[in-house]
């Protein structure tokens, strides 16, 4: 059960980039960002918070720390 969902101008705002950057980072091969649950033509694309919340766990634990 999916738990809501974030537009793709929720995460434009989330991350603070644009949705040009949201399609580049699914495209990566490292760790991709998740695809949209929702994706009609000529609607909006929406991604499911918990998928986009594991990404984003998934991220911190790969991106080095400075100490």
Request: hydrophobic share 30%.
């Amino acid at each position: 059960m999916v738990n809501g969902y974030y537009s793709t101008k929720d995460l434009c705002n989330r991350f603070r980039c644009s949705s040009r950057t949201i399609y580049r980072w699914i495209k990566r091969e490292a760790i991709p960002f998740p695809l949209p649950r929702i994706k009609n033509p000529g609607s909006k694309n929406l991604w499911a918070i918990e998928d986009v919340d594991e990404w984003e766990l998934r991220v911190s634990y790969k991106t080095p720390r400075n100490a």
